[in-house]
């Protein structure tokens, strides 16, 4: 009786090849350096408000930084950076919008962005679709204060009493150059 012949040794799992970016080197370049620079005026607002005390209006550098950062993130494809960007700068400017002041779970938030911000550079070399570690957490903090910060507006436009038309002038005006920015 012939023996039977030993099973062949598996083959080696072939080494992962590293991720060929499809993106332009010197597009990766310009937007690596921009987004330095936007991590650069949310960590310039962190430390105003360490240094100038809270709570704070949400500035204009910030929103600024935000918004440029996410529209750079779209133009040049990098979604691990995108997903993060765009629901963080939609805060900032309602908050801004709607005079909720910065906080300490803000301060926190933004901290966090700019560290993820930090890795998702980083990581670019292997994909600008490689998901951040971190990402969901950050996403669930960010949805649950930005629901927050909407309820407290709500309720003090609630406590207004009829009277306090300087108030609700505030608010009109405030809306209305929302809308004016936006156009």
Do not use: W
Not at 20 to 40: A, G, K, W, Y
Not at 87 to 101: D, S, V
Not at 112 to 134: K, Y
Request: charged share 20%; glycine share 6%; hydrophobic share 40%.
């Amino acid at each position: 009786e012939p023996e039977p012949e030993p099973e062949p040794e598996p083959e080696p799992e072939p080494e992962p090849e590293p991720v060929e970016s499809s993106m332009d080197p010197v597009l990766l370049e310009i937007f690596q350096n921009e987004t330095r620079h936007h991590i650069d005026q949310i960590n310039a607002y962190l430390q105003e408000c360490a240094l100038q005390g809270l709570p704070r209006s949400v500035s204009d550098a910030l929103q600024r930084a935000l918004h440029t950062l996410k529209g750079s993130a779209h133009m040049a494809g990098i979604q691990s950076i995108a997903v993060l960007a765009t629901p963080l700068e939609k805060l900032a400017k309602e908050f801004k919008a709607n005079l909720i002041p910065t906080d300490q779970a803000l301060v926190n938030l933004l901290q966090d962005a700019v560290l993820l911000f930090e890795t998702g550079l980083a990581q670019l070399g292997n994909g600008p679709d490689q998901n951040i570690p971190g990402t969901d957490a950050f996403l669930q903090r960010l949805q649950q204060l930005h629901q927050q910060g909407l309820a407290a507006r709500e309720a003090s436009r609630a406590d207004l009493d009829d009277g306090d038309s300087v108030g609700l002038m505030s608010i009109f005006l405030t809306e209305g150059i929302d809308q004016l920015l936006d156009a």
